[in-house]
Nanobody, 120 residues
């Protein structure tokens, strides 16, 4: 069983920054962040494969940076220039295959989620 535990969420004013972390119970090739706001569909935010290749949604490109530390089995999401529309529950996800890195049906394992709230 793969376990994913997120941390680092919270509340911040627009323009601020947060860094999310996700500790996995072991190595998995593909790691990603998704988010879902009330009344909205789940959105793929960013993904990263074991070799370091990254993908981003257009809505966060240039503001968010995904990274991973394979030695620590930890995934990160550095979020800068946050906007109120970034407010959502953020989920860490993992998969052994990552042909469609921002498609949620690719991912087998999910964290519990962590709230990010950006106020205006």
């Amino acid at each position: 069983q793969v376990q994913l535990v997120e941390s680092g969420g919270g509340s911040v004013q627009a323009g601020g920054s947060l860094r999310l972390s996700c500790v996995a119970s072991g190595y998995i090739y593909c790691l990603a962040w998704f988010r879902q706001a009330p009344g909205r569909e789940r959105e793929g935010v960013a993904s990263i494969v074991g070799g370091g290749f990254t993908s981003y949604s257009d809505s966060v490109k240039g503001r968010f940076t995904i990274s991973r530390d394979n030695a620590k089995n930890t995934l990160y999401l550095q979020m800068n220039s946050l906007k109120p529309e970034d407010t959502a529950m953020y989920y860490c996800a993992a998969a052994w295959h990552c042909a469609r890195p921002l498609s949620d049906d690719v991912f087998n394992y999910w964290g519990q989620g962590i709230q990010v709230t950006v106020s205006s």
